[in-house]
């Protein structure tokens, strides 16, 4: 199954359009010297065969924690550079966000005709790849892959693989402004597993202005743009993809499945204990019911007895936390069981659960391999968040139909307030990234604001 929802889908020759004629005129592209000295080619050719680093001016191949290359001055011209930047802020941007990403795409630039964009597009799917493929020793289509993309202020492109059929080799051409790493937005490369599995970030690539990034499509190829932090600046991209036969891959990892424990008996002391009385109401049970079986979701406000909530919310403080991974599936801490203290313990899950805390970086992403084991459930969320975490922060749930991006709902975090949601095979969740808009600004110092929550999962 090819993955879903990558930044730019995969475009198709349009061989049988005829060429339009235009009024503007395309402007010659000159790549940096490097790419035409038959030497240079040679030796990169051999390096990255043999996966050996190599540096020979402003082009460095390195290949840890997989094979990149790293093109800085690619294009020959400033002036060049310049207008490219002009005419590209000068499109039509639309806000892109799901479970992976949060950031700006331009118009497709397969079609535009201003004559630096379609300069670089000639150069980059005609001279430069020619020169590629015969670095690579494969033969490249002259398929046009290309998208532009704007990063601001906390947006992130989260760990993924570029894999989606006849994707060989990803570019990404940087036209950004001076920038430091303190800016976010770094192109993370992460290690993998004996299972191909994202480990770690090993190497962050901070962008550069006129910087060409390439790097083979494969089974460890996993990187991420790291949340922008500047407030003031743009980090504007071209990027795409060289098509040609894809590296083999194998089979994909589905990781174990998560243990289900059996469902306990009703307890009504424990209910009584713990439960708002309002929900102990026999005609009001009847009435959210009625309204569940309608709706499929219901949100019970005040949940939790007052004292109990308090009770829980201070024990919180005193737990253990494990991060979980991997990061191309999930990024949350979850609670350490044995650490629970007793009044947590009470409400350990039933049948599928966990007591997560959410904080910046935070995230859950739809994984092909949750995907096909999508079945009936019933979530249960019990946030303890505070009155002032916010929906611009990130950490709320998405539901979604599975296949088609279409958002069905989307639950906030709201303290002690109980969401039942009621899913089928086809609706799939996602936590949305906590971005840096969760750390709180206490006397000049940045503080990390967290949340947490109960999440359970009953399946049928
Ligand atoms: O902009 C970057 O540095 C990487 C972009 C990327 O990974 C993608 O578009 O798939
Ligand atoms: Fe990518």
Redesign the pocket.
């Known amino acids: 199954m090819a993955s879903r929802r ?3 889908d995969s475009v198709k020759t349009d061989k049988k359009k005829k060429k339009k004629k235009t009024t503007t005129s395309e402007e010659t592209a000159e790549l940096c010297s490097l790419v035409g000295d038959e030497q240079v080619k040679k030796s990169v050719q051999e390096a990255w065969s043999q996966r050996t680093a190599h540096t020979q001016g402003d082009l460095e191949l390195d290949c840890q924690p997989f094979p990149h290359c790293i093109i800085k001055n690619f294009l020959g011209s400033e002036t060049f550079v310049e207008n490219l930047q002009r005419e590209l802020m000068e499109l039509n941007f639309h806000e892109k966000s799901n479970d992976l990403y949060k950031f700006k795409q331009s118009d497709d630039l397969k079609k535009r005709t201003e004559p630096h964009i379609s300069g670089l597009r000639a150069a980059l799917f005609g001279r430069f790849r020619s020169w590629l493929g015969e670095v690579l020793q494969v033969e490249l289509e002259p398929v046009v892959d290309i ?1 532009c ?1 704007k ?1 601001e202020y906390t947006d992130v ?1 989260l760990c ?1 693989d ?1 894999e989606l059929e006849g994707r060989r080799v ?1 570019f ?1 051409l ?1 036209l950004v402004p001076p920038w430091q790493s303190s800016d976010g ?1 770094t ?1 993370d490369l992460y290690t993998t597993d004996s299972s191909f599995q994202p480990q770690s970030i090993v190497k962050s ?1 901070v ?1 550069s202005l006129n910087t060409l ?1 390439l790097f083979e499509v494969s089974p460890v190829s996993f ?3 790291s949340e922008v932090l500047t407030r003031d600046k743009c ?1 504007l ?1 071209l ?1 795409g993809w060289f098509h040609g036969p894809s590296l083999e891959r194998p089979p994909r990892h589905r990781g174990p499945p998560i243990p289900r424990s059996p469902h306990l008996p009703r307890d009504e002391t424990l209910l009584l204990e713990w439960v708002n009385p309002v929900y102990l109401d026999i005609s009001y049970q009847e009435q959210i019911q009625e309204e569940f079986e309608d709706s499929s979701e219901i949100q019970l406000k005040g949940f939790l007895k007052e004292e109990k909530f308090k009770e829980v919310k201070e024990a919180l403080a005193q737990i253990q936390w494990t991060k979980r991974g991997p990061p191309n599936k999930r990024c949350y801490e979850a609670a350490t069981m044995n650490t629970l203290p007793q009044c947590v313990k009470l409400s350990t899950p039933m049948c599928c659960g966990e007591l997560r805390r959410w904080s910046n970086g935070g995230y859950t992403l739809l994984h092909d391999t949750e995907a096909s084991r999508a079945e009936y459930a019933l979530d249960l969320v019990l946030p303890f968040c505070g009155a002032d975490w916010q929906s611009e922060f990130g950490g709320f749930t998405c539901y979604v139909a599975n296949e088609e991006d279409e958002e069905l709902l989307t639950v906030y975090p709201e303290d002690n307030s109980l969401a039942l949601v009621y899913r089928d095979k086809e609706t799939l969740k996602f936590v949305k990234h906590v971005n840096h808009k969760s750390l709180s600004d206490s006397e000049n110092s940045l503080t990390c604001r967290s949340f947490y929550d109960f999440s359970f999962v009953y399946y049928e």
Do not use: F
Request: no cysteine; hydrophobic share 40%.
């Open positions: 990558r930044p730019a998208s993309a990063y492109l993924h570029d990803a990404i940087y937005g192109l690539l962008p990034v990187h991420q743009v980090r991209s990027s």
